[in-house]
Nanobody, 117 residues
């Protein structure tokens, strides 16, 4: 059974940092892109960023220069380092394994990040 388990969410003040981690199990994720999406209250889920198995990354414009994605293929983990957090970064953050176009993606259950003073 495939599981993606996020950890590291919580409450942080504006300007602060948080690091999210996602531990994946139940399949070989090595060659799939992995990444993070987020969904703020009342808004659609949006891409935060992705990382390929080779380490190439892409980010949403709203987080470029502040967020960094990394992965450990041996451990089947992906991380999201979030710096200079803003209130508008408040959302539930979801870990994702991109299996398109031939299979459906894997998703975690989400981790809540709240940026507030």
């Amino acid at each position: 059974q495939v599981q993606l388990v996020e950890s590291g969410g919580g409450l942080v003040q504006p300007g602060g940092s948080l690091r999210l981690s996602c531990a994946a199990s139940g399949d070989d994720f090595t060659f799939y892109p992995m990444g993070w999406y987020r969904q703020a209250p009342g808004k659609q889920r949006e891409l935060v960023g992705k990382i390929t198995h080779g380490g190439s990354t892409n980010y949403a414009d709203s987080v470029k220069g502040r967020f960094t994605i990394s992965r450990d293929n041996a451990e089947n983990t992906v991380h999201l380092q979030m710096n200079s957090l803003k209130p508008e970064d408040t959302a539930v953050y979801y870990c994702n394994v991109d299996r398109s176009p031939f299979n459906s993606d894997y998703w975690g259950k989400g981790a809540l990040v709240t940026v507030s003073s």
